[in-house]
């Protein structure tokens, strides 16, 4: 199984950016400890950021064919983007929404995720391992393709 990971904008700063809220590990020990989970799993994962809308949507569409799920931290994104949300529906790539801090703790506008709806699910609010029990949801569980 080949899962693509995809990280929205500002991404790339973790580490540096609000400890606070998104505690000190960088995208690149996030990204240790997700080739680490799944190595234990036996899947395959690409593992990529941009600070570009154009970029994830490219890359969404891109995953046809070539990956079997999508595990994606859209950042900013998630509360903005309908080409986002349009471009996970589709392609129908089963995809799961990870995000390190919980969306739906914190200001209002982020209660709202656009790609909530076409995804099998959420998993927030737990800092890194956000990821790696998203990777595990996204290989383990029965997944259903749109909401
Ligand atoms: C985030 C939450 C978003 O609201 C925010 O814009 C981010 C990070 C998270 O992982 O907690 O950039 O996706």
Redesign the pocket.
Known sequence: MKILILN????NLLGFREPH??GGATLGDIERLVRDKAAQLGVEVEFRQTNHEGDLVSWIQDARGVFDRILI????Y??TSIALRDAIAATGIPTVE????N?HA?ESF?HQSLIASVCVGQV?GFGTA?YTLGLEAACNVNLKTKG
């Open positions: 929205g904008p500002n991404l809220i998104y931290n859209a950042a900013a998630t509360h990870v995000h390190l801090s969306i914190r982020r927030v956000s």
